[in-house]
């Protein structure tokens, strides 16, 4: 019998990648698949080469093989070498934004059933939210959350490599002393700093000897913070005072250190006592999804936003 494949692609940054691919993995478990994750987009490691495999220690042990031709969707037969980002420029270059562009790329998902011995998966965000029907019927999952499926397979796929893990444990707080993980998204996509400071300023003040780990893109956000507030941490990472983004078509950093600096930014923010984040950034949600915080420990300074939560709900189930 003919081992049936999913090969899951990934586009945008590392929050978008690793939850769209958690909903790809889901999928291969539903439909009886075997997973391979492919990131040889260029963003986090040189161009052609799987960046996944080299940020995260995994039990998928399958290859890509670029050969086959029995694919769905069939635009993808001759075509498994390329990534969505160069598949939406050839083919709908005006559906960089919409949220059902990704359905022309991506597997129909409310079929487990596709006969092809290749299928192919790929979202801008995660997408449990249209599987539903299936995750309902399926005892694997019926009585799960969202919440809960993400952070199981965050844990079985997505294990930081050797680098990560040092890293983290030389960051490893002092046992009794509470923390304040801030996230702050600062370049091309700003979230409201006033809220967070404020929300900062109320947790300090409520916990003065709390230690601030804080992860920004934005080296004058850095500055700010750590003249303002007492006992801050960082790790240092390449940033950027111009308000580019910090992954982009830059061939002057070490793409794969970047990535890793990334990631060890998301995991220590899923190891304090309280986050404070936008949910618009899946960078955040990621390490909230990690950390698995209670409700009173999470400090969303946009969930009063209706117009993100409409946006939101369209994109789950677009």
Known sequence: MTTKTLVIKGKGGLGNRILSAVSGLVYADLSGRTPVIDWRD??????GINAYPLLFQSPITGEIVDEHSDICPAIWTGKLHRQPQDMIDAYMPQSHSNPWGYRRLCVDLKRLDHPQETAVYWSYLPKLARMQHHLRRDPRFAHRGEREILADYLGRYFTPNARVRRALSQMRRASKRPSIGVHIRFTDRKIPLRPVLATLR?????????????????????????????????????????????HGPDTTCDRQREAENALIDMWQLSRCDHLIYSHRSTFSVTSACLGCFSKVHTHDVERFSIRLWAKDLLQRYA
């Open 202 to 246: 109320r947790l300090t003040s409520c916990h003065p000897d709390a230690i601030i780990f804080l992860a920004t893109d934005n080296a004058q956000i850095e500055q700010r913070l750590t003249r303002e507030f007492d006992k801050v941490m960082t790790h240092p990472k390449r940033l950027d005072a111009s308000g580019h983004r910090l």
């Open 42 to 47: 260029g963003s986090y490691a040189p161009l």
